[in-house]
Each structure stands twice: as C-alpha cells, then as structure tokens.
C-alpha cells in the first residue's frame, strides 16, 4: 500500500526555518518523481517543487521561483524519506504543505502538475508569523 506521511509543520517567525519530512511507504521511493505542493487559504494550489527519480535525471531538483534559493529538497534513501528544508521562512509561505508521488519514473514535468501525481499525503501546517 503506498503512503506519503507528512510531519514537521508549525509556526515559525519571519525569516526562520523549518524542516518537513515526508515519510513514505510501499514503492521503491527511487523509482519516482516526489514533489512538494502547497496550499494557502482562498488560492490555487502551487507546485513548491519536483526531486526527479533515479530513471529520470537523477538528482535535479526544480523550485518555484517563489521558494528558489530559500528551500532545499533532500532524500534520504535508507529512511525512505524526502525532506523539505525551509529557510528564510516568509508570511507568505504560509499554506499547508503536501508532498506526492509522480505517477512515472520520466522524470519530472516542471512546473509541476497535480494531475501527475496519484498519491498524496495528508498535508502539514505551515504558518510564518510574528
């Protein structure tokens, strides 16, 4: 059964920093595109980012424009885990954060698409204020 568990959330002052992990379970976590998503209240969802799998172009990594030089995404193979390194943190970054598998291995479609992931997790608050 594929899971994605998000943890990691909560409030944070301007310019601080957060770590999220998404835990997973259930594939081969090598194998495909993970990205982060977020939502805020009243706006569309936004592609945060997309880690590509080890079949697509390994190791790159694509950034909003938003989060780019501010948010770091790492894997951690052992722990079958995608971390979310939030630094610089902004009042507007707040939303709720979910991470989600791609449905192939190609390699991520940036901007990212919600519609090319088909397992999402729960999602986790994320709220940058003073």
């Known amino acids: 059964q594929v899971q994605l568990v998000e943890s990691g959330g909560g409030l944070v002052q301007p310019g601080g920093s957060l770590r999220l992990s998404c835990t997973t379970s259930?594939?081969?976590?090598?194998?495909?595109?993970i990205g982060w998503f977020r939502q805020a209240p009243g706006k569309e969802r936004e592609g945060v980012s997309c880690?590509?799998?080890?079949?697509?172009?390994?190791?790159?990594?694509y950034y909003a424009d938003s989060v780019k030089g501010r948010f770091t995404v790492t894997r951690d193979k052992a722990k079958r885990t995608v971390y979310l390194q939030m630094d610089s943190l902004k009042p507007e970054d707040t939303a709720i954060y979910y991470c989600?598998?791609?449905?192939?291995?190609?390699?991520?479609?940036?901007?990212?698409?919600?519609?090319?992931?088909?397992?999402w997790g729960q999602g986790t608050q994320v709220t940058v204020s003073s």
């Open positions: 989600a598998r791609a449905r192939t291995s190609y390699g991520c479609n940036w901007p990212a698409r919600g519609n090319d992931y088909n397992y």
């Open positions: 880690s590509s799998s080890s079949f697509g172009s390994f190791g790159t990594t």
């Open positions: 259930g594939f081969a976590l090598d194998y495909y595109d």
